[in-house]
């Protein structure tokens, strides 16, 4: 009963900008983190950014100081923010969120489709 619905994604140039977004929506209790992955043909699947219910922020060192994630609540949505994008972000990403469906429940992972993002001159 839940999805994650990614956009954003396009064709930029080095040094450009594009903002990703992602819309969780169905039956949710609660969101404890929200994050993005991202993966390049041949290479393995790897944590981008992810932000956690306290808003607390982690990072993977070739995106920090360029990356920013963040969200809002009351639409169950994470955005990230790319700016000063580089070649070698060109990759699929992937939203991913830990939520519980129900207080009764225990949380466990949901993966949006991916959204592709080509940076090239």
């Known amino acids: 009963q839940v999805q994650l619905v990614e956009s954003g994604g396009g064709l930029v140039q080095p040094g450009g900008s594009l903002r990703l977004s992602c819309a969780a929506s169905?039956?949710?209790?609660?969101?404890?983190?929200m994050g993005w992955y991202r993966q390049a043909p041949g290479k393995q699947r790897e944590l981008v950014a992810r932000?956690?219910?306290?808003?607390?922020?982690t990072y993977a060192d070739s995106v920090k100081g360029r990356f920013t994630i963040s969200r809002d609540n009351a639409k169950n949505t994470v955005y990230l923010q790319m700016n000063s994008l580089k070649p070698e972000d060109t990759a699929v990403y992937y939203c991913?969120?830990?939520?519980?469906?129900?207080?009764?429940?225990?949380?466990?992972?949901?993966w949006g489709q991916g959204t592709q993002v080509t940076v090239s001159s």
């Open positions: 991913n969120a830990n939520l519980r469906r129900s207080v009764l429940q225990l949380p466990r992972d949901y």
């Open positions: 169905g039956s949710i209790f609660s969101i404890n983190v």
């Open positions: 932000i956690i219910s306290g808003g607390t922020t």
